[in-house]
């Protein structure tokens, strides 16, 4: 039998930003009501925890095109509907501004200030073309695989794949 | 310690059909062998409490934007794969007829009359251009925020983000 | 009160590559830790159980359109970024292959191997136009509605809707 902590664990593996601005407002809420919040970057999730500029040294051809195709990070990052080639994240962004709801660069910075955890998929990583170097040290807390993700997952009340 | 219900708390978060129709079709499904079921409604997931018209009255420009690219609400909702300009979601109501499978419109009030709890995310109506006038009183049993959904969610023995 | 198992249950709804690596590497993971691990395919999701070539007999005319709308299995499965029709998944399986990571193909034999327990629903089957002998046998462990998929979630310490 396991036991479970007031705790919330996410894996986002979609690069979109209304889908990182809900892992982010769950776990502040969650952080905000004294429970723990980990999210876990994978795929396209890890483009979250990039640098703005890709790095590109020490690295192969097809590496370069990856790291190049996702370059921005959370700045160009789209919307999952009405992209409209990146009109619909601007306008998103105003409207949440309207709402005096956080930008997701400052949802970022408010979750990772309230203490949630960080952990970018060293597994996929490669895959997408990305080292330790693309990454923000400021945001990440830990690198590791899915063995540390289903320790965490599985002393958590809510797992959520995002 | 926390202890756990049979209950499942679902946040719809996406605006495709075939998606909702999952969420109805695990409520339903739940409420039938005598568990919890909660639907908490959030970003594009608030266009299937939407009233079919967009509600424009007392609204600034942008949220009339985003008012009338969403309108339509559950009868608008395209597939998330072959959906061919609206072909697809047509295709797949035929399909779902012969094989006996409940509609969108009759999984939701299927799902309701069974006593699933629909929460819209106050939050996020305010950035979908949204306001409660927007919104089918006989679908939504609430306007909360985060903290509701954690709460529900903690308890809950299956949490999904969908 | 509900009492939990160290085991992962997951419902895999989506048709994209990416999606169903993830799957298969969460599952693996779990199986390699000691936990049980359950893969419910349903909608999308079934296609990654289907043999390479659709069965038209006994189908009709929007079953087949289905059937060959979906064609191909694991080994047509899209990105869900960047596919480029069809040149994103070929670069990704060269990046994974690189990197020592499993093939999609590899994935789900290995999957199988270790026993990872693995549901087609048949509630979708027929929506998507899919019929038993559609399946791979060597695959499908169950054949199930969602009755056993809340059965399974309920007992499991993760449940994820990928």
Chains 1, 2, 3 share one sequence.
Do not use: H
């Not at 923000?136 to 965490?152: C, H, I, P, R």
């Amino acid at each position: 039998m396991v036991e479970k902590e007031k705790k919330v664990t996410i894996i986002l593996f979609s690069g979109e930003m209304d889908r990182a601005l809900a892992a982010c407002n769950i776990s502040i809420g969650a952080r905000t009501m004294g429970m723990d919040a980990t999210i876990f970057f994978t795929f396209w999730g890890l483009n979250f925890l990039r640098k703005d500029k890709p790095y590109l040294k020490n690295k192969n051809l097809l590496q370069r095109v990856m790291a190049i195709l996702n370059r921005g990070g959370r700045k160009k990052a789209p919307l999952s509907r009405f992209n409209f080639l990146g009109v619909g994240p601007e306008l998103m962004g105003i409207m949440m501004k309207n709402q005096n709801m956080l930008s997701l660069e400052e949802a970022f910075r408010t979750a990772k200030d309230m203490g949630v955890k960080m952990i970018a998929c060293t597994i996929t990583m490669g895959v997408m073309g990305l080292s330790e170097k693309d990454m923000e040290e400021s945001l990440v807390d830990e690198y590791a695989g899915v063995a540390t993700y289903l320790y965490e997952a599985n002393r958590s009340s809510i797992t959520l794949f995002i």
